[in-house]
């Protein structure tokens, strides 16, 4: 009996070492996040604190956005920032403020700018592409993160006109939302982390809904996001998306 369970292990041994774990493809689970999490049209609303050297500040918002193409914003509170709005048309990104009156075009080197003193930059607020349009992905590990057993994935660019070159991302293996993320320039420096603390279950998919962003190139605590509603496939009227809608 010794001998058939030395044997035994012995093939488990082998096995194991001839036959290591088939992953699912990045791009595979990368087309499962994109289902997840897209939707043809959308209106949200959430708050956005934003930890600086001199205190915590809260900054409230509504959403309408239609496929990875069309954004509007408006900012609700506090009364400082309050009518404060976004319009993105495709790759093309317009503000307007009610203190100047004035809608200014964010384009270049003026997209990689913080949003009213967030972690979050222009360029960031304008990522609603599909990143399996994006990036092309590979398996490279598992790991437990948060008690929740995830792939984790290394991304790469394939277009050169990429905010971020290459990511690294923890998928939820069972919902298939990404956790964390670390964002890197071409040069390989890390810029920037993500990290969902609460996933909901919304009109049967997954949704993250308490996110931290971190710019790791500043100093701080970072700048929280909460998701207080979100209804997915909303009917929007196309107005909205119009330049007109700025003031």
């Known amino acids: 009996m010794k001998k058939i369970?030395?044997?035994?292990?012995f093939i488990i041994?082998?096995?194991a070492w001839n036959f290591p774990?088939?992953?699912?493809?990045g791009d595979s689970i990368l087309q499962k996040i994109d289902e997840n999490i897209g939707s043809d049209n959308k209106i949200s609303q959430g708050k956005m604190i934003v930890h600086g050297r001199r205190g915590s500040r809260t900054i409230e918002s509504k959403s309408w956005i239609q496929g990875d193409e069309k954004s509007f914003t408006e900012y609700l509170a506090p009364p400082r920032e309050a009518g404060t709005k976004m319009l993105k048309l495709a790759d093309?990104?317009?503000t307007y403020s009610p203190s100047t009156d004035r809608i200014i075009r964010i384009s270049g080197h003026m997209l990689r700018q913080s949003v009213m003193g967030s972690d979050l930059s222009y360029e960031d607020m304008m990522e609603d592409r599909k990143l399996w349009d994006d990036y092309s992905a590979e398996v490279v590990e598992e790991e437990t993160y948060q008690d929740r057993p995830c792939w984790v994935l290394m991304l790469v660019s394939k277009h050169g006109n990429i905010a971020y070159?290459?990511?690294k991302i923890w998928v939820d293996?069972?919902?298939f939302v990404s956790l964390r993320e670390e964002r890197y320039a071409r040069s390989g420096k890390l810029i920037k982390t993500t990290q969902v603390n609460s996933v909901r279950r919304?009109?049967?998919r997954w949704f993250p809904f308490e996110m931290v962003f971190k710019d790791e190139l500043k100093t701080g605590k970072g700048t929280e996001f909460i998701l207080v509603s979100v209804e997915f496939n909303a009917d929007i009227p196309e107005h909205v998306f119009s330049k007109a809608s700025l003031r």
């Open 5 to 9: 369970a030395v044997a035994i292990c």
């Open 13 to 15: 041994v082998f096995m």
């Open 21 to 25: 774990t088939q992953y699912p493809t």
């Open 92 to 94: 093309e990104l317009w």
């Open 165 to 167: 070159h290459s990511r």
């Open 173 to 175: 293996k069972e919902r």
């Open 202 to 204: 919304v009109e049967n």
